[in-house]
């Protein structure tokens, strides 16, 4: 979406709509010549400046936009790059739906003022990915004329900044547009039904994306050669789909040469049948490959922001099925790490195939940090929910860092421990380890994979089971009626700040981005 930054006081831009926040119980407009017709909204009580309020009127030559909409920002006292995120997505969403004539949006950003903890860049970022999200629909497979037409907010004005602050404005648009359209690729991927989101597919994506992005590199390892490297337990779960398994491998060496990269590693399951233990409904399991298209998305965000740090993405894909080739329950795999397991369920299939992924990246890449990311487990929604990421590992001041990276970008994240306690719970007769440990299944899927971890290696495991998915709920201006392509923004985040920064200091302002007090407190 195109964005423009104008000097220029909002009352003289010409748009098809000039949106005007308004804080609650408060009236900044003075001066303005629609000021007394909002003064009386609110006298009246129709409009309060209440989050999240809308109000869209004719602007009858007040100003030189044809439309004027009145936006709610609720309390001044609680204003931060969140709450005005919130609100203009709301905007954005509104504008969006069929039917709407407003193509051209400005923002009177004048009006919102300086609030102490939001800086320039910042906002032009929260409109940016305000804009993004709130305009976001999954449109690809409707053919009927009235969806297929673009009738959603074309361009944007941010109007009445000040000269100093134009530049930073223009810069947190830049990010805030990459960062928001890499999270919607996620999310388009999530959404793409199986019959269109093959792991060929998912790996054609992560190619094409690499070749839009200089400097990213992807190379797709096929069968044959995961079956040299003795991936046993990712091929066990490939071996009843008529699809392939696929490597996808993104790398991007924007640090140093020789510098230990930082790992991002996706579960890349583009469906989940249950396997022989059958799901009794598995609608919804086209977005089991959430994680892997978090991985492949953050990578592409990561060069397209031309971060200064090596990274690389990694995302076993394969199918989880039924078929006379299928793997079945009791089944016996041989890991890449040499470790063997018995398979008690096919359904906990998500485990087998990031297990030899991890051992792959760790070999091949020896990685200062590894983040793994998967819908791994049915108990993650049970315990946090869908609004909340659930966080393990085996390193505190890592676990910080992510929390924190979370924290910055208002995404909602929580512990769980990876205690000894429940570790015999995985012991199997007759095998190194059994691929399930009951309860806490969210914890026991975590304990699993930290056996695939050398000694030393910093490691979190992000079970995205709930945040992923489609909620049918907002929770902020990122989410939507929609998958949400968590946790794309929080991975950039963790990338740009705490990765490139070693000595990143967890101080009280790095948690505080949105000035809303969400940090975590343990
Ligand atoms: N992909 C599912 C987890 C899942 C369930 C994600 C619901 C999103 C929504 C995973 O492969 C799975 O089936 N896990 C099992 C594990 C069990 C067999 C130990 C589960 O959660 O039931
Ligand atoms: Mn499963
Ligand atoms: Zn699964």
New binding site residues.
Partial sequence: MPFTVSKDLSEAIVADALVIPCYESDTPLKGYKYAASVEKLFHKGDFTGKGGQILVLPSQGSVAASRVVLLGLGKKEKACTKTIGDALADVYRHASIDGQKIKTLAVATEIIGAPANIKAAELGRAIAEAAVFGSYRFLTHHTKEKHTKKNWVETTIIAGVPGKHVKDVQKGIEKGEVIATYTCHARDLVNEPSNFMKPTHLAAFAEKMAKEVPGLKCKIIHKAEIEKLGMGSFLGVNAGSDTPAHLIVLEWNGGKKGDAPLAYVGKG?CF?T?GY?I?PNSL??KG?MGGGAATICALGAIGKLKLKINAVGIVPATENEISGKAYHPGDILHSMSGQTIEVD?T????RLILCDALTYVQRTYKPRVIADMA?????A?VAVGSKYVALMGNDDDTISHFEHAFNRVGENVWQLPLPECYEKQLDSPVADMKN?GGNP?TITAGLFLKRFIDEGQKWVHLDI?GSA?YDGDNWGFWTGKTPTGSPVRALVEYAETCFADAKHKLDKEHGHRHGDGRVMKR
């Fill in positions: 399951l989940d249950g233990n799901k919804g399991m089991d369920n359904d906990a299939e998500g819908t791994l487990t049915g108990a929604v399930i299944g089971a998915l």
